[in-house]
């Protein structure tokens, strides 16, 4: 699925350096993955390319890589733009923002003014929040945090960031329970947000009104139909 979404989004090749022991630049996926490793869909020094795709693995991939587009990350691995900014109609905001675990900073403006941004969660890859990057955002509540709250001072946050100084952080991945309506979803799953969007996208409506079957793996024609 990844390559297939790869072609869909971007299909550019890339020339940041491979982080994956097990991808050859042969490899007829060589491109997707080091596009999703860079876009915060993957994470790691292997990828295997030949593992089957579950149901919940798909829907992990496209709910990424729909927030990804609302990204633009520099070489360095620093967050230079969030492009869904302010209070406009724009469906495809996303209010809820995942921060790819790559990314090492956050730019001057980069969220500046997102009034619709509800929640981020923060990697602890991040060491250096600029000034006025979360500047107006003045719907965030919540931050997710990767680490602990002695990792999370330990980051350099420039002045003018007022709103993460009214948040409640969540430290170590701390997530709110997310209900999917699926009885074999449980709330805490990591796929459950992606289960959700999927729904909420009319991606998919399960496999019966009560079930998703996330374990299950996905043919060829599921995954070009989602």
């Known amino acids: 699925i990844l390559t297939f979404l790869y072609r869909a989004y971007s299909s550019h090749s890339t020339s940041m350096k491979n982080p994956f022991s ?7 996926y060589y491109n997707a ?5 860079e876009k915060g869909m993957v994470t790691g020094s292997t990828f295997g390319g030949d593992r089957p795709c579950t149901r919940a693995m798909a829907m992990e991939y496209m709910w990424k890589a ?3 587009r609302a990204f633009h990350i520099e070489s360095n691995g620093y967050l230079s733009e ?5 209070d406009g109609d724009d469906d495809t905001v996303v209010p809820n923002v ?9 730019y001057p403006i980069s969220l500046y003014y997102c009034k619709r941004l509800a929640s981020v969660t923060i990697p602890t890859s991040v060491t250096t929040i600029d000034e006025r990057a979360f500047e107006g955002c003045n719907g965030l509540t919540d931050v997710y945090y990767e680490g602990s709250e002695e990792q999370w001072r330990a980051i350099d946050i420039a002045p003018n960031n007022d709103a993460l100084l009214k948040v409640t952080i969540h430290y170590n991945s701390e997530k709110q329970p997310v209900e999917t309506g699926f009885t074999d979803v449980p709330s805490t799953a990591d796929y459950a947000e992606a289960v959700k969007w999927a729904v909420d996208k009319g991606v998919t409506a399960g496999t ?3 079930t998703f079957s996330p374990d ?3 043919t060829r024609g599921q ?3 989602f």
């Open 22 to 28: 097990d991808v050859k630049s042969s490899d007829y």
């Open 33 to 37: 993955a080091l596009w999703a490793y």
């Open 66 to 68: 729909d927030a990804s």
């Open 82 to 86: 969030y492009f869904y900014l302010g």
């Open 98 to 106: 995942v921060i790819p675990d790559h990314v090492v900073g956050i």
């Open 208 to 210: 019966s009104a009560t």
């Open 216 to 218: 299950s793996v996905c």
């Open 223 to 225: 995954i070009v139909t």
